[in-house]
DNA sequence: ATGAAAGCGCTAACAA
DNA sequence: TTGTTAGCGCTTTCAT
């Protein structure tokens, strides 16, 4: 015997004026903190008091057609299985989220198609800025957004166009500082295991390696390099099968990053080498759980949250000036020396008294 | 002596209207593949043609406000850097992307606050559902999530309200078949670090492994089992070191999953104890990674990507039938061996021939 | 201090 | 097959 009620649907900005006896744009000034001076504080306070005991939430899509924003920014990452990015996301999470905006991650998978949709998608929803961990050197989209006006943040990779603003690490000087431990542990052979060489971290990497044994004196000829085609285990242990099968000789080796360090101690456990008596390994990130190998891995320490809230702290500047001065910050690297370098097994005759 | 230009504004419909000569129903009609058909093949081609030469991208705002419907789920994730995530969010991608569903996460860092307000902003957003992941056993907001007809689906873990549509591991044979595997090498003496008994993988996996002792007729005092608070290496190391010093005597560990398991190798290395020689461990959800670890550690499989997979078809099964039968789904457990666990030390008495 | 009116861009009855 | 009309829920001139 019950009658049909209607169907529950949320109470809207006009239910709420009915409620308190105001004309919605009233209501809409009462509850906007920013238009509330305008309206007298006794119906402010009488439309609070409704839109509370209503249950009211303000629907985000009817306000952001209005208003063309979002109170949101896109997060677009190149592969959240790789463990860099989790610390940067909550980096930026953690400055956003107290400036009264949401992040929207997605995932390109390195796919540059899926990247351009997914931008589309979350530009065609009104967000008001982009960070973007994706930037390859040359990098079309990326300047065509910027050409566009889109506020917009490369972090941990930069594109060869410095025109777009930057956070990233410090790469030349983390790398410089690996070389100067290892120099100082005694070794005179050093390979690098270089990152794609179309995006700043794997280049930047490789030619700082470059300069940095120059810098010391060391031997730089170019079969100390081998280029992986890809930041990952296998490329790393490919690069380094590669060099010893070549009959290079080598006591130590900077991997352009964990992953491919992390390929290195495949090939120990293949070839019997042990480390760091025959071959000492830095890697580079020092991610987490890194320092749960045998031995732990010295590594180049990026600091992934700080360059999250780095990022974010420079867009939301972006988004509030309508001229936004274009910077690029660096932040610094420190390397966290781990069991995975010691000195070489023969030291070389020049470092004897 | 320049004119100034109107600002650029992106083509509306009733751009693409005016430009094809038709009212702006009919070009809405005309792009919408779903309502093609009822235009003229002609004039439907037209349409097209003026918008691909406009570059007029639909305005999924507008068509939210309309339709109160977005093509997106929410992703409710209560830490990212927890790399069981990932995979799981890969796996929700690559079923929720061809069905024409984009995916907003969202991190609640454990927080039920913050979860609170996430999930209102994804639903004021009009997501048409979501895939939780954070779910404890004693859970109103869900609880009262579910009441109101929201489409969801758990994953990983579940409420003690089983009306609530799941996909997880079967965590009770996971555990069964890593006691059995320690049985078999000659454990008698097993003891279990629990993780946090209000989820349902903390609790479930607990029950399990007095049942398997039970069955397996080894000791199930009481003592053989620490209890962590969280899921959290700091947690299995405090855990381990309390059942070593009660001096409870054991030779095998079982964690209750694999940051449990690593906590137990900083107490490894601390105290001098070997493994598998002096005690053997197994983790459970055989994280990245972990097979790197020395000795590598054997784990428990989950399948997380599956997870993630069969939880997208079922919260997509959910938006399209009204009437949506709900299930809850388990998925097998395997069990990865590596060298962290081996016969122990003693075999007892009773073993011996 | 408040109300009236218009419109953000789209879709879905309904009518023709 | 196409056009008319109305409205999703909100904000913002403008007028009072």
């Known amino acids: 015997m019950s009658t049909t009620l209607p169907p529950v649907r949320p109470p809207t ?19 906007n903190p920013a238009t509330r001076p305008l309206v007298n504080t006794e119906t402010a306070s009488r439309v609070l008091r409704v839109a509370e005991s209503l ?13 063309s924003r979002s109170a949101t920014v896109g997060l677009v990452i190149p592969d959240l299985t790789n463990p860099l990015f989790p610390p940067i996301v909550r980096g930026i999470e953690d400055v956003l989220g107290p400036a009264g905006y949401n992040a929207w991650l997605v995932n ?8 351009e949709s997914l931008i589309d998608s979350l530009r065609s929803r009104q967000v008001e800025g ?34 777009l603003p930057s956070v990233t690490g410090d790469d030349a000087t983390g790398v410089a500082t690996a070389v100067a431990h290892l120099a100082d542990l005694g070794h005179r052979r050093i390979v690098h295991l270089a990152g794609p060489q179309n995006t700043s971290t794997g280049l930047v990497r ?20 081998a280029q992986c085609a890809s930041w990952s285990e296998e490329e790393g242990a490919r690069a380094l099968r590669e060099l010893l099968d070549a009959g290079r000789e080598f006591t130590a080796v900077i991997a352009g990053n964990d992953l491919l360090a992390l390929g290195c101690y495949d090939v120990f456990a293949e070839r019997g080498i042990e480390c760091p008596r025959d ?3 830095v890697g580079f990130n020092d991610m987490p759980f890194i320092d749960k190998l045998r031995p732990p891995l010295t590594s180049v320490r990026v600091p ?15 988004l509030r000036s309508p001229t936004w001065q274009v910077r690029s910050v660096l932040l610094p690297l420190t390397l966290t020396r781990r069991q995975s370098t010691g000195p070489p097994r023969h030291t070389p005759a020049e470092n004897l008294g």
């Open 13 to 31: 900005l006009r239910d709420v004026a009915l409620g308190a006896g105001v004309h919605p744009a009233t209501a809409s000034r009462a509850l």
């Open 55 to 67: 249950g009211y939430r303000p629907n985000p899509i009817a306000r952001s057609l209005k208003t």
């Open 108 to 115: 390109t998978d390195n796919d540059a198609d899926r990247e």
């Open 130 to 163: 982009l960070i973007v961990a994706t930037a390859r050197l040359q990098h079309p989209l990326l300047d065509r957004l910027h050409a566009e006006g889109v506020r917009m943040v490369l972090i941990n990779r930069r594109t060869a166009n410095a025109d």
């Open 206 to 225: 490789h030619r700082a390696f470059l300069q940095a044994l120059r810098d010391h004196g060391l031997d730089d000829d170019l079969g100390l390099v």
């Open 279 to 281: 071959l000492s390994v």
């Open 304 to 318: 992934h949250y700080e360059l999250g809230s780095e990022a974010a702290r420079m867009l939301l500047e972006g």
